[in-house]
């Protein structure tokens, strides 16, 4: 990721007072998120409400774009040499390595601990709140490090109500990686401990994330000191990234949202095309996916090769190209991408290629949860065991499919047919609650003369047994691995 990172803002393209770099950005963001939900998870309160964890989420890209804008441009300034012409790319690289590693490193470690404490005293705090009818008061308890410092240890024991303006100015976590914490009681409250300005809090950490949804206050540095022309930059960012999230269908969570976003942007920077507006089934499928497949037989009344469904004749097709015939491991997500709104199509299988690498069995390594964590599939042969059954049938399969597939959404198919061999493809749970196979290799919609390969179709023809590598996956809640967008032609 670094090394992208630092080859972006070398390149003549990039702009570091007006651009984001996206790659930076997207790990950071995800690492702060991460952050967050460990926080939530370590809190002893109700999960905070879904606006509430969404607006954290939202808030740490703001504060990841303030931070990448302000190392870029501290890396930027090092471009050029004393006689004012472009240093070469490995000195460079050297020079910048002690920013990189403390951004990213070091500094980034402590934010990243601090956020984990600040999202956990929020979900605290909005406990608090609503309990404060009967525990108005909060306590102020003890640091839980083995070293504890001084400078909060005045405030020790002290209570107050929780709407006092004393927790408007002093607070446990406004320190960078404080481990005071707070507990609601009905206790008396207490004076208020004198103070100074050395007990003020320390900058970014003013606020109260509990309130305000932000894990690092609009007063830290990188916002406060931040280079020119940071402030559109981050606008201009996080506006592209709310308008994708509006687009997006409501059967997605907000984190799920937020995380697609990100990668939208990853794959946009990968594929140097801009995504477009999510397009509608007929438009990414019918086989605008794959363009290039062609039939391997064409209708020829004379042809030495009949049909045994439907008896009609055919000969070979002189224009066949087999590469996309055999490439169904991208048509796929080429299909998933489509709906997004990116303007991919599927390239053909040739040796050598990640496609031929995907094709022995690896298909769903293309996605990644949305912590960035590897996606795994609901195995049909782990299916078969949860069940107590020996072999899939044609009643299996639908059964199958039904239960792993009953949720609102996109789910790519990994099947072995019966006549050996096997396939990856698409089924869709729709809104209406109507389940459909959709073949994005070879056109299967209505009026293809293929329409009567439907869910029946897969379920009559798939094997009664499988490879592990065979099973489901919902993929429209999944992020496209980038490092995998060489499957794909523009």
């Not at 909060?138 to 240890?153: N, Y």
């Not at 990856?424 to 390969?453: C, V």
Request: charged share 30%; aromatic share 10%.
């Amino acid at each position: 990721m670094l090394k992208r990172a630092l080859l972006n803002i070398y390149s003549k393209d990039f702009h570091p007072a007006t651009d984001i770099e996206v790659n930076l950005f997207g790990e950071i963001w995800a690492k702060m998120n991460e952050a967050a939900r460990k926080g939530f998870s370590k809190s002893k309160a109700a999960d905070p409400d879904d606006d509430f964890r969404n607006a954290i989420l939202r808030n740490n890209a703001v504060f990841s774009a303030f931070k990448v804008h302000r190392m870029q441009n501290d890396m930027a300034r090092l471009l050029l040499d004393s006689d004012g012409n472009l240093k070469p790319f490995e000195q460079w690289r050297k020079e910048v390595m002690p920013i990189a590693s403390h951004q990213v490193g070091t500094w980034l470690r402590t934010e990243y601990d601090t956020a984990v404490i600040r999202a956990h005293q929020a979900a605290d705090w909005r406990q608090f709140e609503r309990e404060k009818d009967i525990l108005p008061n909060l306590r102020w308890m003890p640091s839980t490090s083995v070293h504890p410092g001084a400078d909060h240890k005045r405030f020790w024991g002290t209570v107050r109500p929780i709407d006092d303006s004393f927790w408007n100015e002093h607070r446990p976590g406004d320190r960078w990686n404080c481990k005071c914490g707070l507990s609601s009681t009905d206790d008396p409250a207490t004076p208020v401990p004198s103070s100074t300005d050395k007990d003020n809090p320390q900058p970014g950490l003013e606020n109260n994330p509990g309130k305000d949804a932000k894990l690092f206050s609009d007063k830290h540095p990188y916002q406060k000191e931040a280079h020119k022309g940071s402030k559109k930059a981050v606008d201009r960012l996080t506006a592209r990234i709310d308008e994708m999230i509006a687009e997006m269908p409501d059967n997605l969570t907000g984190e799920e949202k937020m995380a697609i976003a990100k990668n939208n942007l990853e794959i946009e920077k990968a594929l140097k095309i801009t995504k477009g507006k999510p397009m509608d089934v007929d438009k990414a499928d019918k086989q605008n996916a794959n363009p290039k497949f062609t039939e391997k037989f064409i209708s020829d009344p004379k042809g030495a090769y009949i049909d045994r469904r439907t008896k009609e004749r055919f000969s070979l097709n002189p224009n066949y190209n087999e590469q996309y015939s055999v490439n169904c491991q991208t048509c796929a997500p080429a299909y998933a991408l489509r709906l997004r709104g990116f303007g991919v199509t599927a390239k053909g299988k040739t040796p050598g290629s990640k496609l031929e690498y995907l094709s022995n069995g690896r298909a769903f390594e293309v996605w990644k949860n949305i912590d960035g964590t590897p996606a795994k599939h609901t195995s049909i042969n782990d299916w078969l065991a949860d069940k107590g059954y020996k072999k899939m049938t044609s009643k299996r399969y639908m059964e199958f499919f039904n239960e792993v597939c009953k949720d609102e959404g996109v789910y790519e198919l990994s099947i072995g047919w019966k006549s050996g061999g096997g396939h990856a493809t698409i089924l869709q749970r729709f809104k209406n609650g109507e389940l459909k196979y959709i073949e994005p290799q070879k056109d299967n919609s209505k009026g293809s003369k293929d329409e009567w390969k439907d869910v029946k179709y897969l379920c009559d023809n798939g094997a009664s047994s499988s490879h592990r590598c065979r099973g489901i996956m919902r993929i429209d809640n999944k992020l496209f691995d980038i490092s995998f967008v060489s499957i794909f032609d523009k």
